[in-house]
């Protein structure tokens, strides 16, 4: 079976039940969830029909996750928006609002206001997560330098408010689980180690019991398709040809980073 397949996702889904794990969207987390469960996060950058799809197989099963959708067309699809949410999953909003604006934190803040009410439309949002924007000069994290996302109703941004020492963060990054080394902002730090690459790595570990009981594994629904067309599109010719700038760009960053602190 192809990997990054919707067949080979609900077989996670079905691995994931049988090792005894709770599902639990990000909201239901952070409102102090405990036990032996996986927080199921979908940032969903671009292809939202693919969403729709991963939202109906989860339903299938019971399973309640996230996704964060972007204001930009390639993401913010209202009809399909709304099918998720009366599927009875969460909504939040994954934002980019300090590199639309250029770093400027006035407009990026008004922008993020106006933003989080057109989500506010079909859910009433709780949680948020930046969009990397991975070859933006800013961090769209840094918007919380200035300003508190609990001002205006947020109780939780994933990457400031999850240890990630005590939750093993998944993210299928380059249609792999190990692609850190080429992603620039969808990292985290963490004590975790785990050689998984593949899906059915993912799945071997689960079915051996190596895994930690509590993770969060996020999910781009733009990376999961059954169409071989589509899958080769996504993969060959919208994923591979960005491995290597990213790791170019990653690389010179963090030897820039390492200039300025030691001058």
């Not at 192809?2 to 996670?12: C, H, N, P």
């Not at 933003?115 to 439309?121: Q, T, Y």
């Amino acid at each position: 079976m192809r990997d990054f397949s919707y067949k080979t996702y609900e077989q996670l889904l079905n691995e994931l039940k049988s090792a005894k794990f709770n599902f639990a969207a990000v909201e239901d987390f952070a409102s102090g969830l405990k036990d032996k469960f996986i927080v199921l996060r979908h940032d969903v950058d671009s292809w939202p029909s693919n969403a729709l799809q991963i939202a109906k197989i989860e339903a299938v099963h019971g399973i309640k996750a996230t996704y964060y959708f972007r204001v930009s067309p390639l993401s913010y699809k209202e009809k399909i928006i709304k099918q998720i949410v009366d599927l009875g999953h969460e909504l939040g909003y994954h934002y980019e609002d300090l590199s639309s604006c250029r770093g400027n934190k006035e407009q990026a803040i008004s922008s993020f206001q106006r933003n989080l009410e057109k989500f506010r439309k079909f859910y009433p949002v709780k949680t948020i997560v930046m969009h990397g924007k991975p070859l933006s000069h800013w961090n769209n994290l840094d918007l919380w330098k200035y300003y508190d996302y609990h001002d205006y109703g947020i109780i939780c941004e994933p990457y400031l408010d999850f240890d990630f020492n005590q939750i093993l963060y998944l993210t299928d990054v380059g249609n792999c689980w190990d692609g850190d080394k080429y992603s620039i902002r969808d990292t985290v730090r963490s004590t975790f180690n785990f050689p998984i690459h593949s899906t059915y790595d993912l799945i071997d570990h689960l079915q051996k019991g190596l895994l930690p009981d509590q993770i969060m594994l996020n999910a781009h629904p733009s990376r999961w398709n059954d169409n071989l067309c589509k899958w080769i599109i996504r993969y060959y010719v919208l994923t591979l040809p960005k491995y290597l700038p990213k790791k170019m760009l990653k690389i010179y960053r963090e030897k820039r980073k390492t200039a300025v602190k030691e001058t």
